[in-house]
């Protein structure tokens, strides 16, 4: 099982790391931020963004190679993740991640895309569809956390998060409790099914569980007490088109507490519940995420 060979040999070494990790190019921001970003295919464009704990890998690895078939996808590690540069403090909640993805898309010349999303990226792309509603042809959003509450990762994450000493303890934790933790997370993550062997053997791990990609994590995820009471009340004024993907076993984010629910506050929203099917839905109903952003494009 997966979950097996993650926790017998840890993350992977630096070698290892270095050969997992798919090749980027940068779109340069103001303030040293950046967007890193690998693309494939052809046809209408689609940014996908991957969730918590994550890289672009993680699409890349998931549903980008289906996906492929039908457009031009452009994957995009979020700010703070992978090789993305953010400023400390300033670009952790969902709404300020959807304006530099959104500015880098521009910068790419990318025309009204399919903005899909996973868990957190999926709050980004939701933010994403308020925020620029002109520019997109619609949001898929898998599995996606809609609405503030208390979560484990605000627990786990949430001191590293301090101006001074966050960085300092996430460096202390990621040489002791870090390599013991974070594979029982990316494990439970793909709940009740165990993770796939050939992401187990293609994700970049250590790269995703860097200390300060963590710390990135735990300003994320105490961001979203303020950005998703601003997203719930904004929700009734989204103007495009939305498809919510959830499985009906997640739980990492509760279905019905989250898509279910926001489906129903999303003018014209549709909702999917994808039954005995766990949080990790991308890399298991690939077929349904193609199904939902192709239902996004001009009908000819």
């Given at each position: 099982m997966a979950a097996l060979l993650l926790d017998a040999s840890g993350p992977p070494g630096p070698a290892a790391v270095t050969e997992r990790i798919v090749r980027r190019k940068v779109v340069d921001l103001p303030g040293g931020r950046t967007i890193a970003y690998a693309e494939t295919g052809t046809g209408p464009d689609l940014v996908a963004i991957h969730g918590t704990l994550m890289t672009l890998e993680d699409?890349?690895?998931g549903p980008v190679p289906a996906l492929a078939r039908h457009?031009?996808?452009?994957?995009?590690?979020?700010?703070?993740?992978?090789?993305?540069a953010r400023v400390r403090g300033a670009d952790a909640s969902p709404w300020r991640q959807a304006e530099l993805i959104h500015a880098a898309?521009?910068?790419?010349?990318?025309?009204r895309p399919v903005i899909l999303g996973h868990s957190y990226g999926g709050a980004v792309a939701l933010a994403y569809g308020m925020l620029y509603p002109d520019s997109v042809a619609g949001i898929v959003a898998l599995a996606p956390v809609c609405f503030p509450e208390l979560r484990l990762e605000q627990v786990l994450f949430g001191p590293r998060a301090a101006p001074v000493s966050g960085?300092?303890?996430?460096?202390?934790l990621g040489a002791s409790a870090d390599p013991t933790l974070l594979p029982l997370?990316?494990?439970?993550?793909f709940l009740p099914q165990t993770m796939p062997r050939a992401f187990a053997e293609a994700f970049p791990?250590?790269?995703?569980?860097?200390?300060?990609?963590?710390?990135?994590?735990?300003?994320?995820a105490l961001s979203l007490w303020a950005a998703l009471s601003r997203s719930a009340a904004a929700y009734a004024t989204c103007r495009v088109p939305v498809r919510i993907l959830a499985g009906d076993a997640d739980?990492?984010?509760?279905?019905?507490?989250?898509?279910?629910l926001a489906a129903r506050m999303i003018p014209g929203a549709r909702f999917e519940r994808l039954a005995?099917?766990?949080?990790?839905?991308?890399?298991?109903?690939?077929?349904?995420?193609?199904?939902?952003?192709?239902?996004l494009l001009p009908q000819t």
């Open positions: 699409m890349w690895f457009f031009r996808v452009v994957a995009v590690d979020r700010p703070g993740h992978g090789d993305s898309v521009q910068a790419l010349g990318l025309h960085p300092m303890l996430s460096d202390a997370l990316w494990n439970a993550m791990f250590g790269f995703a569980g860097r200390p300060g990609q963590i710390v990135a994590e735990a300003e994320d739980i990492v984010v509760n279905p019905m507490m989250h898509g279910a005995g099917i766990g949080h990790m839905l991308h890399h298991i109903r690939g077929d349904a995420v193609v199904e939902a952003a192709r239902a």
